[in-house]
């Protein structure tokens, strides 16, 4: 039995009570979505969004369930679910294309709403306005939340399989020396046995014995050879013990031949025995010479491995303090061991260290993170191939560790970027482009410096760090010309970086909530940009930092802020709307930190702002 058009409008007002969006909306706002919206039914399986495509849609999840995922790139990507009362697609306030491709898990019944009918419906039923903005935020929390756990899992996973590749070698040597081992072991005792039954005297038992430790001492130590040599030699014995009626005397002088032996040193012998007795008696040397190689196989095999897992241990600081002295040379060793799956692929390594190189204070698995960054980067950059070098030397209070190599260089249009997340100049599914992020961010948190040099052929990355623990370097730090040009107190200055540090992560998501809710606070605002607001994001995101950075040189910054202050007012920007840009990035920014950005870091960065605001004020 087919519902009426009544009975069915009535069934999407009763199902849009039940979304949170909706909820506490009359009935009459309910169905005045319903008009401006389209209900369709579709089956499994349907995309409704596809990744980094533009959306101009709402849509309303009234049953079902949708999966969202990265596929671009190849490699399994970040998963996102939206069931019955969710909503997806494009927000109100929201100017970025959708990150995933979803697609319905179950047959779904949803509704539609155009984005050309957000503005109308937005008037009529102002109390979504918040509710889409926390959407928004919560969208842009997940998604930057996800690329960054699923870009530690893939440089995890990177680092585990070299790890694994470098394990599995000496393993299966071990293993192989093993399987050989027992066979010449086999062997061995087969020998005795016969050589047990031959009426041998005394004297001709001692001459045996010492006959063979001298072999196995010689063999020990003997050099390689190439393979022209070795053949020759095989030759040569091959015709020895022929002449001697030695039994299978190609196997026998191929087994001499490669531990060194030749026919100099087997004449003693020779002159004593010949035939059957001749035969037992060097084969018992070559099984025996065979077991000892193959038991420094296995010794070498497990040492190698032995080597990684103290290099893993040494590399994450597994059960050490997190902050302490750090060998930055021994931490530059490990983190090439765990490259090494890398770098024998045709890489060379040029070292130079400089001697008695001070230790620093660090969280050394973070520095580690460093130096794998830059040396995998290196490495890209140069197609696999070339010379990698490491330098380390003293700079005043501070030590530099600067890698370079031999690549084709950063261009003139990508340096400006470097170091901002989420870019990258790799192919899709290659990089995600926070590795230097991550880079800078940790370098900054141990109050170092990260610096560039690029040209054809030579791009040189410099990280310096104080030798100085982080309690010293607090207590020498210039607060005071802080305190006077900004009246920030030594802890309200932490508290700012600290915060920075933790918005960094999320470096694409504050621009955009900071312009959403500038724009719900004041509508006019909009007009007054000349550029796209993700442009336009960017360049926000860039001065904060800039602005945080020049914290204990503010005063230097004051000339730069009054310029842009007389290009906001050519922009028709006016003095009360700075406050109103102010509680709109404070907003933005208790969005992302949630519960790190208390009373205390709130006081601090309005201080900050207030100050901010005045300089760019002074245009007088």
Same mark, same amino acid.
Request: overall charge negative.
């Given at each position: ?61 009234? &049953? ?18 939206? $069931? ?8 109100? =306030?929201?100017?970025?294309? !959708?990150?995933? %491709? ?15 009918? #957000? ?101 020990? =130590? ?8 070795? %053949? ?40 004593? #025995? ?8 060097? /084969? ?19 040492? $190698?491995?032995? &080597? ?28 090439? %061991?765990?490259?090494? !799956? ?10 130079? !260290? ?6 620093? #204070? ?61 870019? %990258? ?26 610096? =560039? ?49 933790? /918005? ?92 790190? !950005? ?23």
């Amino acid at each position: 039995m087919t519902s009426s058009p009544s009975q069915q409008i009535a069934a999407v007002v009763a199902a849009l009570r039940r979304a949170p969006i909706f909820s506490g909306l009359s009935d009459e706002e309910l169905h005045y979505i319903t008009t401006r919206s389209e209900e369709v039914r579709l089956p499994a399986g349907t995309v409704l969004l596809y990744e980094d495509h533009p959306v101009d849609t709402l849509f309303v999840l009234l &049953e079902g369930e949708v999966r969202g995922r990265r596929e671009n790139g190849g490699a399994d990507g970040s998963g996102y679910m939206w $069931r019955t009362g969710q909503v997806l697609g494009t927000l109100a =306030f929201s100017q970025m294309n !959708f990150a995933v %491709t979803a697609r319905l898990t179950a047959p779904s019944w949803i509704l539609r709403i155009s984005k050309a009918h #957000f503005e109308e419906l937005l008037q009529r039923m102002p109390t979504l306005v918040p509710r889409l903005i926390d959407t928004v935020a919560d969208r842009i929390r997940e998604f930057s939340r996800g690329d960054q756990y699923r870009d530690k899992l893939s440089a995890l996973g990177k680092l585990s399989a070299g790890l694994a590749h470098e394990l599995n070698n000496p393993a299966s040597a071990a293993h192989r020396a093993a399987e050989g081992l027992r066979d010449s072991i086999r062997e061995l005792r087969g020998v005795n046995r016969t050589l047990a039954d031959e009426l041998l005297s005394r004297e001709e038992r001692d001459l045996i014995t010492v006959f063979e430790d001298n072999l196995l001492n010689r063999a020990a =130590f003997v050099p390689s050879m190439d393979p022209l040599e070795q %053949t020759d030699l095989e030759q040569e014995l091959e015709a020895w013990l022929s002449g001697r009626g030695v039994l299978n005397p190609l196997g026998l002088a191929e087994g001499l031949a490669e531990a060194g032996i030749d026919c100099a040193a087997l004449d003693g012998l020779g002159e004593r #025995f010949c035939g059957e007795v001749l035969s037992r008696l060097l /084969l018992r040397v070559v099984s025996s010479i065979a077991a000892e190689r193959l038991t420094r196989e296995i010794e070498a095999s497990m040492e $190698r491995i032995s &080597e990684l897992i103290r290099a893993v241990k040494e590399y994450s600081y597994m059960d050490r303090a997190l902050e302490q002295e750090v060998d930055v040379h021994c931490g530059i060793e490990n983190t090439l %061991t765990m490259l090494k !799956f890398r770098l024998k692929r045709g890489v060379e390594v040029r070292r130079e !260290f400089a001697p008695n190189l001070p230790r620093v #204070f660090a969280h050394g698995s973070e520095l580690n993170q460093v130096w794998t960054n830059l040396i995998e980067n290196a490495i890209d950059a140069m197609g696999g191939t070339g010379e990698l070098k490491i330098r380390t030397f003293r700079e005043l209070d501070s030590i530099v560790v600067e890698i370079i190599d031999d690549g084709p260089g950063i261009s003139d249009d990508v340096k400006p970027h470097i170091f901002e997340p989420f870019f %990258t100049t790799k192919r899709v599914g290659e990089g995600t482009g926070i590795g230097l992020d991550i880079v800078y961010r940790i370098v900054n948190g141990h109050c170092g410096q990260v610096s =560039f040099d690029s040209r054809p052929g030579r791009t040189s990355f410099q990280v310096r760090l104080s030798i100085k623990p982080a309690r010293l370097r607090a207590s020498v730090a210039p607060i005071c010309s802080v305190n006077a040009a900004l009246s920030l107190t030594a802890k309200q200055e932490l508290l700012i970086r600290q915060s920075l540090e933790s /918005l960094a992560e999320f470096s694409d998501s504050v621009p955009l909530l900071f312009y959403d809710r500038l724009f719900e606070l004041d509508p006019g605002a909009r007009q007054l940009f000349r550029i796209p607001i993700e442009q336009q994001a960017q360049k926000f995101m860039k001065m904060l930092t800039t602005i945080v950075e020049m914290l204990d040189r503010f005063d230097e910054l004051r000339p730069q802020l009054k310029d842009l202050g007389r290009r906001h007012v050519s922009y028709g920007v006016y003095p009360a709307q700075y406050r109103t840009l102010k509680e709109a990035l404070l907003w933005a920014i208790a969005q992302v930190l949630e519960e790190e !950005f208390d009373s205390e870091t709130r006081a601090a960065w309005d201080k900050l702002l207030t100050t901010v605001s005045e300089a760019m004020l002074s245009v007088g």
